[in-house]
């Protein structure tokens, strides 16, 4: 599986920054700082929740330990680890810890779907989601 380098800020990059880099790369995380702290969609959403201002420094809503997994490890692996925790992303390492991707869960997900035979008659099912007005 080919993943695009990862979008990697330095650390005096802001939520606005960030916010900005993820939606021009169309990423839904990045790395900043030299401790490859990871920021995701959510810690943005967080963050303006608890009311951040745009000029927050990112390592202060930043993930700084990240679960890694390493590049030449199989992407079945990647995802079992990402469900098996709950993670929505990845950061992807090389031999020395470095970070060398983000992989997101819908990524792999589709990734290992791909690989998977799934019978012809899977496709002709539809499901119908209901709300219920309470």
């Not at 810690?43 to 990112?58: N, Q, S, Y």
């Amino acid at each position: 599986m080919q993943l695009p380098r990862p979008v990697w800020l330095d650390e005096h990059a802001t939520l606005r920054d960030v916010a900005s880099s993820m939606a021009s790369a169309s990423v839904s995380a990045v790395i900043v700082g030299r401790d490859g702290a990871i920021v995701t969609e959510r810690d943005l959403v967080c963050a303006v929740a608890r009311g951040d201002a745009p000029a927050t420094p990112a390592v202060e809503v930043a993930t700084h330990e990240t679960a890694q997994f390493p590049e030449d490890g199989p992407v079945v692996g990647a995802l079992a680890e990402m469900l098996h925790a709950g993670l929505r992303h990845l950061v992807i390492v090389d031999r020395r810890g470095v970070p060398r991707a983000v992989l997101p869960l819908s990524a792999a997900a589709a990734f290992v779907l791909g690989l998977a035979e799934v019978p012809s008659w899977i496709s002709a099912l539809r499901v119908v989601l209901r709300v219920e007005d309470r």
